[in-house]
């Protein structure tokens, strides 16, 4: 089956896409896909991620298999994830797709990034303030702008160019990370994890 992930982020700056296609493939392999990879395309802005994939679903050979990966925003309750974007964005689940083709980073990217505080430590380096970060426990309940304002916080004394934000830095991180602690700590991550094993 060849999986390609069309996933929120890189915004609209080519070199920057890049980088976040480049650090989801290695965070993947890290997962146990070495060798078994799918494709990943960085969409930019949430709203590009959702029409490239429904127009993925509508033309998909019998062979293919689009996902569509993107921030929940806020947490997501119960189980059915489709309901959950249309409520937050107004979008409509696509003819054909199925629930095991949407998956959510609950409640952002950035949550991902704290499941991994030793990474964070090393990437960051001495001046990170660690009692910043938020405990590992039921981290996909903390809401998005804590876990951003948390990151921004503890990295605040690791100089301008060294301080936690959006673009180029978040992207070399989650390549970084230990996908086994992820897979531990956040059920949403397991469960995208499961889905690869059963499609690759």
């Given at each position: 089956m060849k999986v390609k992930i069309y996933v929120e982020g890189g915004g609209d700056?080519?070199?920057?896409?890049?980088?976040?296609?480049e650090g989801f493939a290695r965070l993947i392999e890290k997962a146990g896909f070495e060798g078994r990879m799918p494709r990943i395309v960085a969409c930019g802005k949430r709203g590009a991620a959702f029409s490239d994939f429904e127009t993925a679903v509508k033309w998909a050979a019998s062979d293919e298999y689009p996902l569509l990966l993107v921030d929940s925003e806020s947490a997501v309750i119960g189980t059915d994830r489709w309901a959950h974007l249309k409520k937050k964005d107004?979008?409509?689940?696509?003819?054909?797709?199925?629930?095991?083709?949407l998956h959510l980073m609950v409640q952002c990217m950035e949550t991902w990034i704290v499941a991994d505080?030793?990474?964070v430590r090393d990437f960051f380096g001495q001046h990170l303030i660690e009692s910043a970060l938020p405990a590992t426990g039921s981290l996909e309940t903390h809401s998005?702008?804590?876990?951003?304002?948390s990151l921004e916080k503890a990295t605040?004394?690791?100089?301008?160019?060294?301080?936690?934000?959006?673009?180029?830095r978040p992207f070399q991180l989650l390549g970084q990370l230990d996908a086994g602690k992820l897979r531990k700590l956040l059920p949403h991550f397991s469960r995208f994890c499961e889905c690869l094993n059963n499609k690759l």
């Open positions: 700056n080519r070199a920057t896409r890049t980088r976040c296609r107004g979008w409509n689940r696509p003819h054909n797709a199925t629930d095991d083709q505080p030793d990474a998005k702008d804590d876990i951003q304002s605040s004394q690791c100089g301008r160019d060294r301080a936690y934000r959006k673009g180029k």
